[in-house]
């Protein structure tokens, strides 16, 4: 089993930034990916970004420029720096690990963005 514990939401005026920490522990081996799902109330849960076992990165095209996402290796966390932000990235946050077949998920934190 797979425990994240996610850290760093909150509330932000638009053009502010934050920074979301997501720490790994427990089983983690063969990791493929790590990273930040969003899901706004009445939409989907999007893919936000993600670093492969490779080292490549994936952005949502809305959030190109504006996000950055890193990881620790040593520390098994990965981080989200959010900036510029927008009303429209008001979410719940999750990250999330995949390795070989299995998706752990953390619990969530809750982004918002004030106009």
């Known amino acids: 089993q797979v425990q994240l514990v996610e850290s760093g939401g909150g509330l932000v005026q638009a053009g502010g930034s934050l920074r979301l920490s997501c720490a790994a522990s427990?089983?983690?081996?063969?990791?493929?990916?790590m990273g930040w799902y969003r899901q706004a109330p009445g939409k989907q849960r999007e893919l936000v970004a993600r670093?492969?076992?490779?080292?490549?990165?994936n952005y949502a095209d809305s959030v190109k420029g504006r996000f950055t996402i890193s990881r620790d290796n040593p520390k098994n966390t990965v981080y989200l720096q959010m900036n510029s932000l927008k009303p429209e990235d008001t979410a719940v946050y999750y990250c999330?690990?995949?390795?070989?077949?299995?998706?752990?998920w953390g619990q969530g934190t809750q982004v918002t963005v004030s106009s």
């Open positions: 999330y690990i995949a390795q070989r077949t299995d998706i752990y």
């Open positions: 427990g089983s983690i081996f063969s990791i493929n990916s």
């Open positions: 670093i492969t076992s490779g080292d490549s990165l």
